[in-house]
């Protein structure tokens, strides 16, 4: 019987796009309103590393900016909709 193949890393399997989002904290996981988001284009181009550094980059910048927002009190939760005004 051959041996059966490894399953494919996310490396492998390389989507288009790495999406982060930031949400308001509720009792309900991932139920908050979205304060920030963004969203990195990816492809078979690039390393693992490049992937990495990509993801790293995201985790920094959105949850800062979706923090300064509200620390700013820019952002409104209107039952299932969130405004966020610009600076």
């Known amino acids: 019987m051959p041996p059966k193949p490894a399953a494919p890393t996310a490396v492998d399997t390389v989507s288009e796009r790495l999406p982060l989002r930031h949400r308001s904290v509720t009792a309900e996981r991932d139920q908050g309103p979205i304060i920030e988001q963004d969203v990195r284009r990816v492809g078979r181009a690039h390393s693992g590393e490049d992937l990495i550094l990509a993801g790293r980059k995201l985790e ?22 969130t405004v966020i005004f610009n600076r």
Do not use: F, T
Request: proline share 5%; glycine share 14%; with cysteine.
């Open 60 to 81: 920094c910048r959105v949850p800062g900016s979706g923090l300064r927002a509200h620390v700013e009190d820019r952002d409104i939760v209107c039952g299932r909709r």
